[in-house]
């Protein structure tokens, strides 16, 4: 399976998105609304639940499954008060010593005009900071598109893990091809230029975990990284350094 093979899978419309993933894994989600400053964004899903009896922020974006939902979550790729939004939580979270959880599933940050003058590179330039010295455990999980600033607004973490068939790329491969070869039909040629599969990061040390496909979407798959997501979150607790390794980490790349 060549590079855009996985990223023809990763925009599956049969994937399991974010709010999939926090109605299996998670229980009494109470979902919250607003970034307090305009309205809220449908492209993003953020609340407060338990996982295995601890109370948690869950963050996911919500691309949506039928036209109807993927019109209204304006397919995955958020506003600033989306970002906004999060950020609110996510402060929120520190405050009450709740561990954070993101999904992320995006091609990218919503890029229409309304959205720059709404001041979108400043609400993901203030997650990156914000979330880089966020004073409580992060784990970012990148469920498929996992496209460029607006994947990585969500995804300053102590652990980042993908799923085997998820992307992660600073551009998509159509966006690379247009401006590298003048010619959006050369996506798959980008595609192997650009690193852009979980092996390929787990490789340069941008993720941590590869998170096996087999059974995806059943209930024992979600058990599973319920499970998992909560034993690492006991395990970030018991490192007194978490937030300067996080930091450390991120200055690396």
């Not at 209204?72 to 405050?95: D, H, I, T, V, W």
């Not at 959880?101 to 091609?107: L, Y």
Request: net charge negative; glycine share 10%.
């Amino acid at each position: 399976m060549n590079a855009y093979d996985k990223v023809r899978i990763a925009r599956s419309s049969g994937r399991p998105t974010g709010l999939v993933y926090i109605n299996s894994i998670f229980s009494s989600f109470i979902e919250l609304h607003g970034d307090r400053r305009a309205k809220d964004d449908g492209a993003i899903v953020a609340g407060i639940a338990e996982l295995d009896g601890m109370p948690v922020t869950v963050i996911a974006i919500e691309k949506g499954r039928t036209a109807a939902e993927r019109t209204m979550r304006n397919f995955g790729s958020a506003s600033p008060e989306g970002y906004r939004k999060a950020l609110r939580l996510m402060m929120e979270a520190e405050k009450f010593n709740r561990p954070v959880i993101t999904f992320v599933d995006t091609s990218g940050a919503f890029c229409g005009i309304e959205a720059e003058e709404r001041g979108e590179g400043e609400a993901i330039a203030r997650n990156l900071m914000e979330m880089m010295d966020l004073d409580v455990p992060i784990i970012s999980i990148l469920i498929g598109e996992g496209g460029s600033g607006g994947a990585l607004g969500l995804a300053v973490a102590d652990r980042v893990w993908m799923l085997e068939n998820a992307v992660y790329s600073v551009i998509s491969p159509e966006g690379c091809a247009s401006i590298l070869f003048k010619d959006s039909k050369k996506a798959p040629e980008a595609a192997e230029c650009l690193k852009l599969t979980a092996d390929d990061a787990l490789s340069f040390s941008l993720i941590e975990r590869i998170i096996p496909e087999e059974g995806l979407g059943t209930e024992e798959f979600f058990s599973a990284l319920g499970s998992a997501i909560a034993e690492e979150i006991r395990q970030i607790r018991k490192d007194a350094d978490f937030k300067e390794k996080r930091y450390k980490r991120f200055r690396a790349f």
